[in-house]
């Protein structure tokens, strides 16, 4: 078939490409703009568009299928053209579901964990040999593309986000896919551009828990009280099975989960972590893989990309990147760090970068997140509050924010790598947080000069 892609650049959008591409589909797309590693992906398998921007003009009735990315407008000059020729116009997650309807659908929800157990049961499926396609918001290792469709695989994983569909269709993602068995990792408000009250943002959650098949089974974390409540409130006909914090220990900076009295030494840490083990554990053994298996190949599960990342460490400091953006997130990964790392001082840094982070309604929500580092500090890259048009506002409203008036705020890349580059990290840790990548600043540069 010919598939063209409007935003193909997007995170999804441009492994969805690939992985058509090499099921043979003829595949093409646009964008207006473009960063690594979705460029050198495209490059790869001949798909990055010549030039950057939209042109109908590549919008034929030769083409079968279109599907729309996020990142495009509702009036996009491709999109109208699409619509005028009367062409199947897909978002990534109906296109997802068109092509698994047949399959046993697990999709991961939660505000936040999805990546990483997510990236568990992948990890673990591949390990055991068993046959399945996938969805991931993350590059892991072993894996080629973040996406993966075929015709024999009797099983799909997918990553469940709650943001929208595509500009034409308003729905969360994860509301499309009718899961089999689904998960809720916790719930944390985010996205306050589209989702304007918590209890907005909460009713997404009570529609996926309606969208799971009848006879499905709904996989939850029993330590947040909010997923508790709209669980226990559920009327649909599925199964609800909870999960809770393992035993573990601590030693010699190496965590162990505790089962029947035996240690099994994990690559990853943090109580976060160890509530998306759990969770990975319950839908791998509702795929067939027993308890004694799941654990015997987590141990060699190193995370997902830039989730607690190690990018460097010498004898007396580690240097770890994350993900990390919404109040909740941020709190827990320096809570994460720091029990793991009891006797080193904690340098955490969250850039502010989304929508919703930079939104001064939203500010408040980030109160006390970052009261366990020694040294908190916030960058917002002025640039951002003029490409998403915000009012920018500077250290004062942000120490207030925050509950922190020791914290140190930077609002230029500049001056961020000059203090990072000059910081003292003998008997410390830093902690470098954001969904952007702090104003272009190469953190393996910046490790390899301060460690």
């Avoid at 010549?50 to 996009?76: F, Q, V």
């Avoid at 060699?300 to 993900?323: I, M, Q, S």
């Avoid at 998403?388 to 930077?410: H, I, N, Q, W």
């Avoid at 910081?423 to 702090?438: A, C, E, P």
Wanted: hydrophobic share 40%; proline share 4%; net charge negative.
């Amino acid at each position: 078939m010919r598939i063209h892609f409007i935003a193909i650049g997007g995170s999804a959008m441009h492994n969805l490409a690939i992985a058509l591409h090499k099921r043979g589909h003829e595949v093409s797309g646009s964008d207006d703009v473009m960063f690594e590693p979705s460029v050198s992906r495209l490059v790869k398998h001949g798909l990055l568009p010549e030039k950057m921007g939209w042109y109908p003009e590549k919008i034929s009735p030769e083409i079968d299928e279109i599907i729309l990315g996020m990142h495009a407008r509702a009036d996009n000059p491709e999109l109208l053209k699409a619509q005028e020729l009367g062409i199947r116009i897909y978002s990534y997650p109906e296109y997802i579901y068109e092509y698994s309807k047949n399959k046993l659908r697990v999709v991961i929800g939660g505000s936040h964990g999805k990546t990483t157990i997510t990236s568990m049961i992948l990890h673990v499926l591949k390990s055991a040999g068993k046959d399945f396609d996938y969805l991931v918001g993350a590059q892991l290792e072993g894996f080629d593309t973040m996406v993966r469709l075929s015709d024999e695989a009797p099983v799909v994983v997918i990553e469940g986000d709650e943001y929208l569909s595509s500009p034409i269709d308003r729905r969360p993602k994860f509301h499309l896919y009718k899961a089999n068995i689904g998960v809720i990792s916790g719930i944390a408000w985010d996205h306050i551009n589209v989702f304007p009250t918590f209890d907005n943002y909460i009713d997404q959650f009570r529609i996926f828990i309606d969208t799971i098949q009848p006879g499905g089974k709904l996989i939850y974390s029993r330590t947040d009280e909010t997923v508790n409540k709209i669980v226990q409130e559920a009327t649909s006909a599925i199964s609800k099975i909870p999960y809770d914090l393992p035993a573990y220990n601590i030693k010699y900076g190496v965590t162990n989960i505790i089962v029947n009295g035996k240690e099994h030494p994990l690559q990853v840490f943090g109580d976060h972590n160890l509530l998306n083990l759990e969770a990975a554990r319950l839908v791998c053994e509702n795929l067939g893989i027993n308890g004694t298996e799941f654990y015997s190949y987590i141990t060699t599960f190193k995370g997902a990309a830039r989730r607690l990342e190690l990018v460097g460490k010498n004898e007396n400091a580690n240097f770890f990147k994350d993900f990390a953006h919404a109040p909740s997130k941020l709190k827990a990964t320096i809570h994460a760090v720091k029990i793991q790392f009891p006797d080193r001082k904690l340098v955490a840094c969250i850039e502010l970068h989304t929508f919703s982070s930079l939104n001064q309604d939203f500010l408040d929500q980030y109160s006390g997140s970052m009261e366990e580092a020694d040294t908190a500090i916030v960058f917002i890259d002025k640039k951002t509050f003029e490409q998403k048009k915000m009012l920018p506002y500077g250290a004062e409203t942000v120490k207030k924010a925050f509950s922190r008036d020791d914290l140190l705020f930077f609002n230029t890349p500049g001056e961020l790598l000059n203090y990072l580059e000059n910081i003292d990290l003998s008997g410390k840790n830093l902690l470098m947080m954001s969904s952007g990548n702090f104003g272009g600043i190469d953190l393996a540069s910046l490790s390899v000069k301060i460690l």
